[in-house]
């Protein structure tokens, strides 16, 4: 039991910073299948999730404090930072710091751009935690509802590959090889000039 809450947290964190390229809300509907096949206290693992979560996101917002544009230098977190999806959050960012953050959080494909977004603006971080937190005082019950109240037919594809372990693990898997075949099929592309041989 105890290796299914340090197995979740690191999930969480490797989602939630993108070292895997899989969205986290796999992870928390996986949490809540797991609280219905009593794998785990429910208290326990929404602790887990919930700090999971917000640690992650502190961690891209302190990324975006300390390293900001310099980011697009590195081809590699180039690809999980869009740089024409930070101009776009930027420019409406101004002015609405917490209440972008707090929408933040239920943006699956803006959310590590928001917050990263929020560290290069002026938002003091007491203020992102405080949104933060507020956020996913929502959307961590929530998702982990719903995967409580459909884990019957999450359980019957988890019972297909052995186990909610391997059912995140097979996610992440899948999410790794789609992102190197995407990069080295964009690659190819680009060597042949925009035409594909």
Request: hydrophobic share 55%; no cysteine.
């Amino acid at each position: 039991m105890s290796s299914f809450y340090v197995f979740l947290f690191l999930a969480l964190l490797g989602t939630g910073v993108g070292l895997f390229p899989v969205p986290e809300d796999i992870i928390v509907l996986s949490a809540g299948v797991g609280v219905e096949q009593e794998v785990g206290n429910l208290f326990i693992i929404f602790a887990i999730v919930f700090a999971g979560i917000l640690i992650s996101d502190v961690l891209i917002f302190v990324a975006g404090k300390k390293i900001g544009a310099k980011i697009f230098e590195f081809k590699f977190f180039s690809f999980f930072i869009n740089k024409n999806k930070v101009d776009l959050v930027h420019k409406i960012f101004q002015g609405h710091q917490k209440k972008i953050v707090f929408l933040g959080r239920f943006t699956s494909g803006f959310r590590p751009i928001v917050f990263f977004v929020a560290g290069m603006s002026d938002t003091k971080l007491k203020y992102f935690i405080v949104s933060d937190f507020l956020a996913n005082l929502i959307y961590t019950p929530l998702f982990m509802f719903l995967g409580y109240r459909f884990s019957y037919d999450i359980s019957r594809l988890i019972a297909g590959i052995k186990g909610i372990y391997h059912f995140i693990e097979i996610a992440i898997i899948l999410s790794i090889v789609g992102w190197l075949l995407f990069s080295f099929s964009k690659r190819i592309f680009r060597n042949n000039n925009g035409v594909v041989k």
